[in-house]
């Protein structure tokens, strides 16, 4: 406890899956219920593995409000978040990602409610094509509406500069991981996971860990795996996930005649994965700020990455990683080749990467500074409102 006033803060999350999901979980479950009370503005129309964890959140005492907000424009959703809002007496609106983003943000006009955005990759990250400079747009104007914008990396914030977005509003505040609960796999349970997989010992596994989207680029390893896998009889790849393209990377993997390839599937506990593999790749073609990378790091791994903003705040060049350009097979064959024929001089990288994770991404860090940020902004309007009781009344000419 800090001794500071209680405050209400309310979550409004669409993309109630993956690295966003894990996020907001980590927030309203670590956030001190004596000094932030966290509600639940969410849509639960995305895949419903991840329906049971939020669930899950009202026997802990936290309040959920379903609100459907799969299509824009949703003038239904903006009322229905307004509304609770005012009912429920919130003083901070943090709203999660691009869709709810904007849904927030447009509900919040009128309120007098400062509302925190976390954009987890902007919009305009994921594009380069014409829609490029309207999403630009879009959050430029979306930003006035904003007390405070998180980065959860610096490369994020970067890009935020680069599309004109007020400085002053842009905040980096790092996803976290509690690597006490990430321990470094033992012999046994590697051994374990490679029997019940058909691995052999001696074989050197590449692996990933991901929702099978084509964000994460996995058609791109498949690619490289074209070149390095021939080469290679002691090595293996395994993907490790599920999402709406894994049928079809199934078949271009088939197509491309792929030695060595396991499809391993979704994982309710990913830390056995992680035992098995010797090597983890992550080529997506943009990131926030990604956990399969920091557990990665955390459970010992070197780590192979494409060099887009999220992963450049994570891995360290030639001390926990490789860096390869993104969206080219080639230079990620490169590096894997040159990692399966020497493993000599990335021996060390696994280990640097669990104490850079352990050093500079811890999740309570980022709790507390969200809290710090909350609080700042509410003292802000608490101070603004009362100088405008204590200010004098024009003065009215005769």
């Known amino acids: 406890m800090t001794g500071r006033p209680p405050i209400r803060i309310a979550h409004v999350v669409e993309a109630t899956t993956g690295g966003v999901a894990r ?30 964890p939020f669930r899950a959140l009202e026997a802990r005492g936290i309040t959920l409000r379903e609100i459907p907000m799969a299509h824009l424009p949703n003038p239904g959703a903006v009322r229905a978040i307004a509304g609770w809002a005012q009912r429920d ?42 829609k490029r400079p309207l999403y630009r747009s879009i959050e430029r104007k979306m930003a006035q509406r904003t007390a405070s914008i998180i980065c959860v990396s610096t490369g994020e914030r970067d890009e935020a500069l680069a599309a004109g977005l007020p400085a002053e509003k842009l905040v980096v505040i790092p996803n976290g991981l509690d690597t006490a609960q990430w321990p470094l796999p033992t012999p046994d349970l590697r051994r374990q996971v490679r029997e019940g ?39 293996r790849l395994v993907l490790c996930g599920d999402g709406p393209q894994r049928r079809a990377l199934r078949r271009f993997a088939y197509a ?30 943009w990131e926030g700020a990604p956990y399969a990378v920091m557990e990665a790091m955390a459970s010992g791994l070197p780590v192979i990455a494409s060099e887009v903003p999220g992963h450049t705040d994570l891995v360290v060049d030639e001390e926990t990683g490789r860096f ?44 507390r500074t969200t809290a710090d940020l909350y609080h700042t902004l509410v003292a802000d309007r608490r101070n603004l409102a009362e100088l405008s009781e204590d200010e004098p009344p024009a003065a009215v000419s005769a």
């Open 89 to 130: 007496h919130i003083d901070v609106l943090h709203v999660h990602s691009a869709k709810a983003g904007y849904l927030g943000r447009q509900a919040a006009v009128g309120l007098d409610i400062p509302v925190v955005y976390t954009p987890h990759a902007f919009p305009f990250q994921r594009t380069t094509d014409w």
């Open 256 to 285: 491309l005649r792929l030695p060595r390839v396991t499809f391993a599937g979704e994982m309710d506990d990913p830390r056995p994965a992680y035992a098995a593999m010797d090597i983890f790749c992550a080529p997506s073609r």
């Open 197 to 235: 997989w058909g691995i052999a010992e001696h074989e050197l596994v590449v692996g990933t860990m991901c929702r099978m989207v084509p964000q994460k680029g996995i058609d791109l390893l498949l690619e490289a795996w074209v070149d390095v896998g021939p080469d290679f009889p002691h090595a």
């Open 23 to 52: 996020h907001v979980i980590d927030l309203v479950t670590r956030l001190h219920p004596d000094e932030c009370t966290s509600l639940l503005y969410l849509s639960l129309q995305r895949h419903e593995s991840w329906v049971e």
């Open 324 to 367: 390869v350009i993104p969206e080219l097979p080639g230079p990620l064959a490169g590096a894997l080749r040159g990692m399966l024929v020497d493993d000599d001089p990335w021996k060390g990288w696994g280990e640097s990467g669990r104490f850079r994770v352990q050093r500079h991404f811890a999740v309570s860090t980022m709790v």
